[in-house]
Structures are given as C-alpha cells and as structure tokens.
C-alpha cells in the first residue's frame, strides 16, 4: 500500500501557528514550518495566525488561517459572511483592504514575470507594473454568476478546491440585478432537477437565469438572447456565451488594446482566439474599409455570434479553427501588421507565439487572465528576439485572486 504523502510532519486537519511571508499566486501566501513550504489561505503578509492544514503533499502543504493572532494593517472583516475558511471558495481576498488587494495582484503579476518570464526587478520598474481598479466598487460587479446544486436541490457555491456545494442566500460580488433573483436558498426556491443553474444580467439591461441538467441547459426566466454594450456597439449573443463578467471590463480591454497597438487606415490585423469580436470590430473601425481584419474562433457559438454581430463590416473575415490549426496549416497566412492574442487561461503556447512571430506583424497585444501562462509565452517570444514594450494590468475580478493583463510585444 503506497503511504500517504507527508510534509514536514504536518497531517491535514493538524493546527499550527505559523508567521505568514509574502503573497503567492492561487490567493494564497507563503510560510515555513521547520522549512516546509505551507501556502496559506485567509492571511496576510506579516500576520501571525493559527493554521488548519486542509491537504498535505510531498513538496508542501496547503492551509487555512482559522485564527489571526497578530493582524496586518491590511486586514478587514470580510463583508461576506461565506468568505471564511472551510465556506465559499469564490472569493480568496474579501479579508484584504480593497486597495491592498491591487498592491497583492501587483505583486503577483511582478513575480511571476521575473521567475517564468525571464525580467529582473528593474525590467518590471522599467514597464511600471501595477494593477488598476475598474469604476465601480469591489462588490456587486459579477455579471455572470454560475452556481452548484447540491443533493437537497439546494443552489449555492463550491467550497474552493472542492465539488462540496455551500448553498448561500446571496453573493455579494454578483450584479444587484442577480442579487435580486429568488434562485438561492429560501423556502420557495429549489432546483431537484438542475446540477448548476446560471444567472447573467447583461450590460444592455437583460436579465436571464438557465439551469442545466447532464449537459443539457433549459430556459427559466429572460431571453435566450442577451445584449450587450461594448466599443461603442450592440451585440446579441445566446444568454451562455463568453462575455466578460465586469460591466466595464470589454470596454477597458478594448481602449487598452487600441492605445497600445494603434493600428492605422489600411493595415491587416488578426483577432486570435476572437469569441463573438469584440476586438475584431474595434480593429475593423481603425483599419477602416481599406484595410482587412481576420478572427479566429474555435468555439462554435463563438463563432456563429462574430458571423452575426460583425455582419456589417465587410473587412472582417471570420474562420472557424483552433488557432494553431489555422497558423500551422497556413488557414491564415501574413503579412500582418497587428494581432490580438486573447488565448485561454492555459496561454497560447510555444507553438502558436513561433508560428505567430514567423508572420511578421510589428505588434502584438497580448490580453491575458493568468500571469504565469502569459509569463510563460512571454519567455518565447523573448527567446524569439521579441520584448514587451508596454503592459497594463486590471482588477476584473474584485475580491478574488484573479488579474487580468494587456501587454504589448514589439520585435527588437
């Protein structure tokens, strides 16, 4: 029989007062029992807590602080009463003070830049790495919100790094317009038939609730169909489809996107990873009819929505493939001169930043959720003697761990 993983001594559910060090990727910071790595959820830089071991492995541990012995000048009561240890997962810093979160992500995004994407301290001062809050405050933003049904019907939210369902009565980072919806906890409302129900309260005033059952997803209240305001248009889209979750998210990408790149009357560009096109149609407005702009799109309903929505600008050519499909079997061949590369949070990867730099495009904006998978490509086109110019990160994502990031990458 193979023996349980053990670190340092430490068992799960073992209790251990520790001194909290500096923040780390996950939502989490770092400490050291007798040397071991312990990553440390519901804490601060500097704190002095009591920690509850929740997972042992043989490199490290994981842990929530279930007591604060000695606070950090950061530390708030978190507004919501399931952002706690062993509750909600959803939400890893409502215990940070709102502008300390963005100082956390800062922090984050530099590290991450410098242990995977090959800058030193003074390369991220040179770009002015920072995080910058959207308007709006840190609660009452998620304008998506997607949430577990556990065996009593009862809809809630997943403990973090588990299928266990917390049912909640409200969830204070979802839009007000959500907030209001009787789909959580209360005794008219139950969901025997549904594994998730999803709610969405777009930014052109709709507001619809779907429930899926094995795979299939069924209509409850609203229409099939959102709208949606961004980069100065209108977009229709089936109420599941991506869209950002931050009413001023699409908006923020696309002026960031625009400023970096500037593209200009006639150029070609490349919507990478495009979805419904959202940046497709804010190239298309610069390059103007003189110029061509191509999206790439995998997923279907991604691709049916850029057809639809974009059908007014005829210099936009829309092509349904993965993007290293199309840039390896040549489905879209330069020159070019600017592309957005949107990719999923694993990154676009090594294969599709050579196939990408081998076109030749003078910028490429990089719009990514994760900092280690953009750190990580960063590195490729590093060794393929490209730099980034520029980088803007953004709050998207109050109250949680995530980040998002627009860089610009020139060739040297």
């Not at 029989?1 to 670190?7: I, L, N």
């Not at 071991?36 to 602080?65: I, S």
């Not at 588990?162 to 909640?168: D, L, Q």
């Not at 129900?197 to 229409?223: H, M």
Request: charged share 25%; glycine share 10%; with cysteine.
């Amino acid at each position: 029989m193979e023996e349980p993983d053990t670190a340092g001594g430490l068992t799960e559910a073992e209790q251990v007062e520790l001194t909290v060090a500096a923040v780390a990727p996950g939502g989490h910071c770092v400490a050291r029992v007798d040397g071991q790595v312990v990553f440390v959820r519901h804490a601060l830089p500097g704190e002095r807590v009591l920690a509850e071991v929740t997972e042992v492995h043989r490199a490290f541990v994981r842990a929530d602080a279930v007591r604060v012995l000695e606070a950090a000048p950061d530390r708030v009561e978190p507004p919501c009463p399931y952002a706690r240890p062993g509750r909600c997962g959803g939400c890893d810093l409502q215990h940070v003070a709102p502008e300390a979160q963005l100082r956390w992500k800062t922090s984050v995004v530099r590290e991450q830049l410098i242990r995977l994407g090959g800058l030193d301290e003074a390369g991220c001062d040179a770009l002015d790495v920072r995080v910058e809050a959207l308007p709006g405050g840190p609660l009452g933003w998620r304008s998506r919100v997607r949430y577990a049904v556990d065996a009593a019907g009862r809809a809630g939210l997943l403990k973090h790094r588990s299928h266990e369902v917390v049912p909640v009565d409200r969830c204070l980072i979802a839009h007000p317009a959500i907030q209001e919806l009787p789909v959580l906890t209360s005794h008219s409302t139950s969901w025997p038939d549904a594994d998730a129900v999803e709610a969405v309260a777009s930014t052109g005033g709709d507001v619809t609730v779907t429930a899926s059952t094995a795979g299939r997803t069924r209509l409850v209240s609203g229409p099939e169909r959102v709208q949606e305001r961004a980069g100065g248009r209108e977009w229709i889209l089936p109420a599941g489809s991506f869209w950002q979750v931050h009413p001023a998210a699409a908006d923020t990408l696309v002026d960031a996107v625009l400023e970096l790149t500037a593209p200009q009357p006639g150029e070609r560009a490349w919507d990478l990873y495009g979805g419904a096109g959202l940046f497709a149609a804010a190239l298309a407005d610069r390059v103007g009819e003189t110029g061509r702009v191509t999206l790439v799109e995998a997923a279907g309903d991604g691709v049916a929505a850029a057809r639809e929505n974009l059908r007014d600008l005829a210099q936009v050519e829309v092509v349904a493939a993965r993007v290293e499909t199309a840039l390896n079997r040549r489905r879209i061949t330069g020159p070019v001169d600017v592309v957005v590369l949107d990719p999923p949070r694993s990154g676009a990867g090594a294969r599709v930043v050579r196939d990408l730099v081998a076109t030749g495009p003078r910028a490429v904006a990089y719009v990514a959720c994760d900092p280690a998978a953009f750190a990580r490509d960063l590195r490729v086109f590093t060794d393929l003697g490209w730099r980034l110019a520029a980088l803007r990160g953004y709050d998207l994502f109050p109250m949680t761990q995530h980040v998002e990031l627009v860089g610009l990458l020139l060739p040297s």
